[in-house]
């Protein structure tokens, strides 16, 4: 056994992932081998149709947790699942393999795929079943992830441990003078329930505050470890965030106060570097981060962490019945921390060795696309709204074979997304990514980390979003919902069909 340590740093550092060499049909078949690091830089040199097939098995496993074995659920065996590693231009072949005692299906988060490859809930296989996963990988340098879209099912077996990152690199991104592929930290932030007693895996039925606020947890994991530490270089170092949590939202910030230089979002490099000292993302959001570690000594620790924030008009177990941590919503029971509370993500360990120094990052890093290129063809409402034990789109709860919009490929249309509930909504949309043109309430500005390209916007209580969106590619059925697992599960998604 690894110890967590070395865990960390293969999972962080990616040298334990799915990568593998140009052209090889199967050289994953068998899940995270002995592979070379296929970091930026480090992997083949590009071009199109490059073939890359790895076999995912979604399985239980045993873990060892603070003394006690607890079952998870995990792909290959590996907790969280393992990384894949593209290029753009790569083509994808894989293989999902089910062997939980339940139906599965799995979605790759943020690319833009064909409707048979996004792992709509229609398509989910029983125990024992196979899908192959066949498409392009046509979006830009980032990071994006996957994990399960079993309808009334996502957030249990997320929770359970089925997510996993894909790397996705480019020459645009080559260009970049970025920190080494050593000097890159990957993290999947979750949080979970350790003081109950039971697994810190297991989601039980969402019922009560659970089922209205979603599941919080009690204590932050990164990469599936509680107060994981990572050991970084003196020196810039590349941190790129996923927010993995069922429904917490992460207001993230360093515990010494640095700033983080943020490069990019859910869909790639942003076009200007920007430094802040607190961003807050909601779960389904990614992050691009550099932080300079070399004004640290050799052993300092420092904490990403979520700082306390406090939302106006947001229902919370404190103000939706008697109050108080444990108790709430009428005097229901509350597992876990409220939203907005403290949480520590991870540590990070200086060490005494000097990083790579890349030197100073152009004004402009990246190129991208006016968010609205020609005419907008048409415009859309959509409320998000929840209330009486119900999260609903437009008053209506998703319907696995109701069409509820029809859109043309290649026109492009303004959505407004309307929050007027007590809940945040972090708002995703399937089939590639957007532009977020406005916010109007709540915060009322756009903010630097929602300038790139999207695939998940947070709109909080009284807060207006529109947003820009653009199908080029692939017609087909794909989904719009709410990317807190437990409000998605209980129905606040819709299909949308993507019509030639
Ligand atoms: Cu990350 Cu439709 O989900
Ligand atoms: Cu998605
Ligand atoms: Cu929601």
């Not at 890359?52 to 060892?64: F, G, M, N, R």
């Not at 920007?274 to 961003?279: A, L």
């Not at 998703?398 to 026109?411: C, K, P, S």
């Amino acid at each position: 056994m690894m110890d967590r340590r070395d865990f960390i740093r293969l999972a962080g550092l990616g040298v334990g992932g799915l990568g593998l060499a140009p052209g090889s049909a199967d050289a994953l078949a068998t899940g995270p081998g002995p592979v070379a690091p296929r970091g930026r830089g480090a992997g083949h040199a590009g071009g199109a149709g490059v073939a890359q097939s790895a076999t995912l098995t979604a399985d239980t496993k045993a873990v060892a947790f603070e003394g006690r074995t607890v079952t998870a659920w995990a792909f290959n065996d590996s907790l969280p699942g393992p990384p894949l590693r593209f290029r753009r231009g790569d083509r994808a072949d894989i293989l999902l393999r089910n062997e939980l005692p339940e139906s599965t299906i799995v979605h790759w988060h943020g690319l833009d795929v064909p409707e048979d490859a996004d792992g709509h809930p229609r398509l989910a296989i029983a125990p024992g079943e196979t899908y192959r996963y066949r498409f392009d990988v046509v979006d830009r340098a980032g990071m994006y992830w996957y994990h399960p879209h079993t309808h009334g099912r996502t957030g249990a077996q997320t929770y359970a441990g089925l997510a996993g990152l894909i790397l996705v690199g480019d020459e645009e991104e080559d260009s970049l003078p970025l920190p080494a592929p050593e000097d890159e930290v990957t993290l999947i932030l979750q949080d979970r329930r350790v003081e109950t007693g039971g697994s810190p895996f297991e989601h039980r039925p969402a019922m009560g505050p659970d089922m209205m606020i979603g599941h919080l947890g009690d204590a932050g994991f990164a990469n599936g470890e509680r107060d994981a530490e990572v050991e970084v270089r003196r020196g810039l170092v590349r941190l790129r965030v996923l927010n993995a949590c069922n429904a917490r939202l992460l207001d993230l910030g360093l515990s010494t106060g640095d700033p983080m230089t943020l490069i990019g979002s859910d869909g790639g490099l942003l076009e200007r570097p920007s430094s802040s000292r607190r961003i807050m993302i909601g779960t389904g959001e990614r992050l691009d981060l550099l932080v300079d570690f070399s004004g640290h000594p050799a052993g300092t620790r420092i904490t990403l962490r979520s700082f306390p924030f406090e939302i106006s008009g947001m229902m919370s177990p404190g103000n939706m019945g008697r109050g108080g941590r444990g108790r709430g919503m009428g005097g229901m029971q509350f597992a876990g921390l409220p939203q907005g509370a403290a949480m520590d993500m991870v540590h990070f360990v200086v060490g005494d060795e000097r990083g790579s120094d890349p030197g100073p990052l152009p004004a402009r890093i990246a190129s991208l696309p006016a968010p609205i290129d020609g005419e907008v063809a048409r415009r859309r409402d959509f409320r998000f709204d929840s209330g009486m034990m119900q999260h609903l789109i437009n008053g209506r709860s998703f319907a696995m074979e109701r069409v509820d919009h029809e859109i043309r490929l290649g026109t492009t249309e303004v959505w407004h997304l309307v929050n007027d509930s007590g809940f945040a909504h972090p708002v995703h949309v399937h089939a590639g990514q957007f532009r977020v043109l406005s916010r109007t309430g709540g915060r009322g500005e756009v903010m630097p980390w929602e300038g790139g390209l999207k695939d998940t916007v947070l709109v909080l209580p009284q807060e207006r979003v529109e947003i820009a969106v653009r199908f080029d590619r692939y017609p087909g059925l794909f989904l719009m919902h709410c990317h807190n697992l437990e409000h998605e599960d209980a129905g606040m998604m819709m299909n949308f069909r993507v019509v030639e």
